[in-house]
DNA sequence: GGCAACTACCTTGCATTGCAAGGTACTATG
DNA sequence: CATAGTACCTTGCAATGCAAGGTAGTTGCC
């Protein structure tokens, strides 16, 4: 192998925080997929891609936690314009907590000894 | 479905923490697999068994990342005891900047408009 | 009209992986 | 022998990220 493989263990990360981010990001309003994908991905650490948001957007609002509404582009096809409904604010708001409290404990994790060997 | 599901996330979004938990857990020092359970399932937020603890001590050590021996117990079977390698080890310097990348881009997306819904 | 490029949506199929459940085995107690 | 605790591991299922492929509307070029 040679070296650490980091890669793989980004991928496994993003599993899971992506709804989080996801939810974090339509609470500023409606977007609709394409951009979505686009905006994700600005995001460092976390590469997304059509394959992976169209189907976390449909699954989400199968849960009842966005909703949907298609609106006709200027141009090109019409977009599906995603929002929180009022579930999703729910969610939102409880995600953002369980996320504040998985960090604690991994930041204590972290600083219990940061640099020695015994 | 009336309720938000919020466990069916929090399952997820163990997903690809739990390595990084894994490797800052053995930074100090060696531990074996029956008590790595233990400490993890006390992290808030973060509930493990053996069934997701022992295979992944496998696959992390199977990519060099974790040195294992055996060592006799003064009462039960044998232990096997985990340490990080000195892949390992730089390993775990990667993922804690990952980490702490992703963390930023996370926080920015809570951070846009915390509690409004004009 | 024909063709390529961009936008925008969605699905299929594969690989990974968390985890409940079940299995093996050692030691100690009764 | 039976039970309980420690300690290891594997099997099988369900979830899901993602590369790849597919459909369709608009624009621009020839």
Redesign the pocket.
């Given at each position: 192998m040679g070296t650490v493989n980091i890669d793989?263990w980004v991928?496994?990360l993003?599993?899971?925080v992506?709804?989080l981010c996801l939810v974090n990001l339509l609470a500023n309003g409606e977007i609709?997929?394409?951009?979505v994908v686009k905006q994700l991905a600005r995001v460092k650490g976390l590469?997304?891609?059509?394959?992976?948001v169209?189907?976390?957007?449909?699954?989400l609002r199968k849960a009842g936690l966005l909703t949907a509404r298609l609106e006709e582009?200027p141009?090109?096809?019409a977009?599906?314009y995603y929002g929180l409904s009022s579930e999703g604010r729910q969610a939102r708001v409880l995600m953002n907590a369980c996320w504040g409290d998985l960090l604690k404990g991994i930041a204590e994790l972290q600083k219990e000894r940061e640099g020695n060997h015994g």
């Open positions: 793989n991928v496994q993003r599993k899971g992506l709804e609709y997929g394409y951009d590469v997304v891609t059509e394959g992976t169209y189907p976390l957007l449909s699954r582009s141009s090109g096809p977009r599906k």
